[in-house]
């Protein structure tokens, strides 16, 4: 008989512990298995913030060190300036990387720093007790939304991806989700673009990632994943944003 | 009602107009209460801000024009306030800012810890000041302190901080408020409110002068002295007698006190001091309290930092002894029992008189 | 009189109402009581607990690290908190999904078939307040009418889940 289906040999023998139909299992899963297919299992070195995925090092089999919170981007930069072999990636969340780590971001960007920035966007703050994240959408209600976030007063949700692709010094942007067999293809593809930019020595890259968080949106997971579809992608619309790596598509 | 939402029912009743705050656990229940209640209400604004730094300048913001303003956090983000409430307590500025505290260094845990305390009160920022420190012990406490927080940041002009901790805020107690909300409050007399028929004022720390600067310092320090004299709070709890004072504060005392009882019923003379204004300590009462009893029991949820105002108002005049538990763990009476029990007979407190 | 107990189970079995019920009724009664819900990360992954203290004295403190009343309202929660139950103190088991054996002999053990009384009232959300209703028999720390009083404060003025959650409770109250 034929395995299609494997354990990651970097995902730890350990059960999860985010909500059942969490985005980040997922994620998880499709990155521990192309840092192990790149071969990079021995010189990536992660940094995961607070939000729901701050444990992950409990799960990806690779170094890793936590940040404070939205700091992530300047760590990554002291970490790859003071050495350079390594493969660097930032977990962040929206809150994490588009509210208190804003600045963060942008400069580390603007540096071109070679290092490469996972955004998980749900839309919410996770692991507070689903707060409003920048990125929450107009009329969300949220526990600090709660009569559903008003423009007028809260503001726009933010689209950090296109905001970062003005930046020179961010090389590959692209948005993807994880809410379908077929898009979670694409955000393994996605990431293996980032981190071939960070390889190459091109500049920063960055995958958003939109990421159903079932229990803060009050949905089963199901639903969450067609809530992706009919509204969040309206929002954020999936895709390459910025691509100056000067690769084309393999396939 | 839980702790957090207590705070902030007490803070709208208290006339607070305005809060900024940015999620951490645990305080969420304060932030999300001042969303529903406070943000929709006339005259009153509330934000979440992008960080935590963010959100202490909007408070400044809002001083700076006479509203009564508050924020809250917990540890790592009072970490990041501390600039703010430097220039707070520089413009000599009066808001309100809540510490839920959480089991540190670093991020720490979530769990209720005591391991503020040197922050809190010895200003925390950058520069020579101080605020006033506030340390609730009860649901009913978080309203009246956070009442009392308000007032006292108004009538000195200075940050309050209540220093609580990740229990407190979770917990709910039955709570009776003992004020209505007021309908309208007065400015303050120099807030900046456009220079309409007056001089323009202006708020500021910055000088070139030393000697500019060591003036306000000189100034804030005057008031300082006034405020030790007249606002130092604490509770005293079957001290007259005693042969062994626990000094606890927040919600250790509160676990101390079930532990005094008990050592009371097996016939040991323990009382317990609990401060309730953290800054200014009441080390007056501390002295005082030694001319009767030899023997103190520092009790704190760290590893060991109110002590040192203990020690320091005894000025060696006693004996202190210290049990804490850092990191987020929370003792049980049962436990500060058997510390009190073998310190009690390790002394040879039992015989005698 | 000091008594402490623990309600767990999954989040969405209304576990946490049960102990607000629980703090309501002994408010009502004019006691003492604290409610500490377990937060933070710590709710992840979809499991929940609270403890109720209550008391005629000034409560020291709210955490109860070895309970008289335990309710399990799952699997998970009574691997978690088995061990921790005062010696001769009460284990209120959900038996429609715990089949696990108990190891402990010196704690009384009820048996509460909770979610399938639930369904026979044609309210399987209620589950919780069978349990409840056990629970208030057998615990004797507040009686049933201020339990009920306390749901109806709860509940305001929604009428039908008044009855319903009423029923419930009854059922599980004539249980034992
Ligand atoms: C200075 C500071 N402020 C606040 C927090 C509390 N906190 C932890 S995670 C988080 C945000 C979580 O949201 P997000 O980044 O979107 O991640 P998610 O949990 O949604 O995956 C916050 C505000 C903190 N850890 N440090
Ligand atoms: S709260 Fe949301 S983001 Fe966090 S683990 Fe649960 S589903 Fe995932
Ligand atoms: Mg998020």
Redesign the interface.
């Known amino acids: 008989m034929r395995k299609v289906y494997t354990r990651p040999r970097l995902l730890k023998r350990v059960p999860?512990?985010?909500?059942?139909g969490c985005g980040h299992s997922v994620v998880h899963r499709v990155m521990t298995e192309l840092i192990d297919e790149m071969n990079l299992g021995d010189r990536i070195i992660g940094i995961p913030p607070?939000g729901?995925s701050?444990?992950a090092y409990h799960y990806f089999d690779v170094d890793m060190a936590?940040s404070?919170?939205?700091r992530g981007a300047a760590v990554a930069t002291g970490i790859k300036r003071a050495f350079p072999e390594a493969i660097v990636f930032t977990y962040q969340g929206d809150?994490d990387l588009a509210?208190?780590g804003?600045a963060e971001t942008i400069h580390a960007a603007n540096r071109g720093e070679r290092i490469t920035a996972i955004f998980i966007n749900n839309a919410v703050?996770g692991?507070?007790?689903g707060?409003?994240a920048?990125t929450t959408l107009s009329d969300q209600v949220t526990?600090?939304?709660?009569?559903g976030r008003d423009t007028k007063?809260?503001g726009y949700p933010i689209r950090m991806s296109e905001i970062v692709a003005l930046i020179r010094g961010a090389v590959y942007i692209e948005r993807t989700a994880v809410n379908s067999p077929a898009n979670i293809r694409k955000t393994k593809k996605a990431i293996r673009k980032a981190f071939q930019a960070q390889i190459d020595d091109l500049g920063f890259s960055l995958v958003e990632i939109l990421s159903p968080c079932p229990?803060n949106w009050r949905m089963t997971p199901l639903e969450s994943w067609q809530w992706i579809d009919k509204v969040m992608t309206k929002e954020f619309p999936l895709g390459v944003i910025k691509d100056i790596t000067g690769k084309n598509d393999a396939d | 009602m839980s702790g957090n939402s207590t705070i902030g029912e007490a803070a709208i009743r208290a006339g607070c107009q305005c809060y900024f705050g940015y999620p951490i656990t645990p305080q969420n229940e304060l932030t999300e209460y001042m969303a529903a209640h406070l943000g929709r209400k006339k005259g009153c604004s509330f934000i979440q801000a992008e960080s935590e730094i963010a959100a202490i300048n909007m408070v400044y913001g809002a001083s700076l024009v006479g509203a009564r303003a508050m924020t809250s956090s917990s540890s790592p983000g009072i970490s990041l306030k501390q600039e703010g409430i430097s220039y707070l307590a520089a413009c000599e500025l009066p808001a309100v800012i809540v510490n839920m505290s959480r089991g540190g260094p670093g991020l720490g845990s979530i769990s209720a810890s005591q391991s503020d305390y040197f922050q809190a009160t010895r200003g925390g920022g950058h520069g020579d000041y101080r605020t006033i420190v506030l340390a609730p012990s009860s649901g009913q406490e978080l309203a009246d302190l956070t009442h009392r927080a308000f007032d006292l940041a108004d009538k000195y002009q200075i940050p309050v901080i209540i220093l609580g901790d990740g229990m407190l805020g979770q917990m709910m107690e039955p709570v009776e408020f003992k004020h209505e909300a007021p309908e309208e409050l007065p400015i303050r007399g120099n807030a900046l409110r456009g220079a309409k028929g007056r001089p323009s004022r202006i708020i500021k720390t910055f000088t070139s002068k030393p000697t500019e600067l060591e003036e306000i310092n000189w100034s804030l320090f005057r008031r300082y002295q006034l405020i030790r004299k007249e606002e130092t709070a604490f509770e005293t709890f079957l001290v007259e007698d005693a042969k062994l004072i626990v000094v606890a504060f927040g919600i250790a005392a509160r676990i101390a006190k079930g532990a005094i009882k008990n050592a009371r019923t097996n016939g040991m003379r323990v009382g317990m001091l609990r401060p309730v204004t953290l800054w200014p300590f009441p080390s007056e009462k501390v002295k005082e309290l030694a001319k009767r009893t030899r023997h103190f029991l520092v009790f704190e949820m760290n590893m060991g930092q109110m002590i040192e105002d203990v020690q320091l108002a005894l000025e060696g005049k006693g004996e202190v002894s210290f049990y804490g538990r850092p990191g987020g763990v929370i003792p049980t009476p049962s436990e500060v029992l058997r510390v009190v029990s073998r310190l009690y007979h390790q002394k040879g407190l039992e015989s005698g008189k | 009189m000091l008594i402490k107990t623990i309600f767990a189970g999954f989040g969405g079995q209304g576990v946490m109402s049960m102990g607000l019920n629980l703090a309501q009724a002994a408010m009502l009664e004019g006691k003492n009581v604290t409610y500490l819900p377990s937060y933070g990360a710590e709710v992840r992954g979809g499991t929940a607990n609270c403890t109720v203290a209550v008391s005629d004295e000034e409560i020291a403190s709210p955490v109860a690290s070895s309970p008289d009343f335990i309710i399990a309202m799952n699997q998970p929660s009574l691997v978690r908190f088995q061990n921790q139950i005062q010696s001769g103190g009460v284990l209120f088991i959900n038996s429609s999904l715990i089949e696990a054996e108990i190891s402990r002999g010196d704690i009384d053990i009820v048996r509460v078939p909770a979610n399938s009384i639930a369904e026979k009232l044609g309210s399987p959300r209620s589950a919780n307040m069978v349990m409840m209703g056990a629970f208030t028999k057998k615990s004797n720390i507040v009686s049933v009418s201020s339990v009920i009083e306390g749901l109806k404060s709860a509940l305001k003025d929604k009428q039908k889940l008044i009855a319903i959650n009423e029923k419930a409770l009854m059922a599980g109250y004539d249980l034992l």
Request: hydrophobic share 30%; net charge negative; aromatic share 16%.
């Open positions: 999860f512990h985010y909500c059942p607070p729901c701050v444990f936590e404070a919170h939205g809150g509210a208190i804003t703050y692991m507070t007790g707060q409003m920048p526990t600090t939304t709660p009569y007063i809260e229990t």
